[in-house]
């Protein structure tokens, strides 16, 4: 008997990318040192990773947990977008 559903395993895992991408874009605090910093090759990576993850996964998942992925992505990319935009302006 597994202890944790693979369901519940996934989308933690994808939640864990996620907060790590926010972290490296400056969207929220770091928790192992409570700092907001930027770090656009690192958050590119891990929004890689989940990319990754949903082209691996692609037609084996449930509709909630592809729209979740889906939404994750975009709302990431949008962010990193607007990062490099801000780069490059300046």
Known sequence: MEKYSKEDLFINLIIQF???ALIYLGKVKNPQNN??????????Y??????????K??????????????QIINQLDSYLDNEIK???ST
């Open 57 to 70: 996964t692609k037609n084996n998942l449930k509709e909630n947990e592809k729209e979740n992925i889906n």
């Open 18 to 20: 996620q907060q790590s």
């Open 86 to 88: 801000h780069i490059t």
């Open 35 to 44: 700092k907001y910093e930027k770090n656009i090759a690192l958050a590119e």
């Open 46 to 55: 891990f929004i890689s990773m989940l990319k990754m993850l949903q082209d």
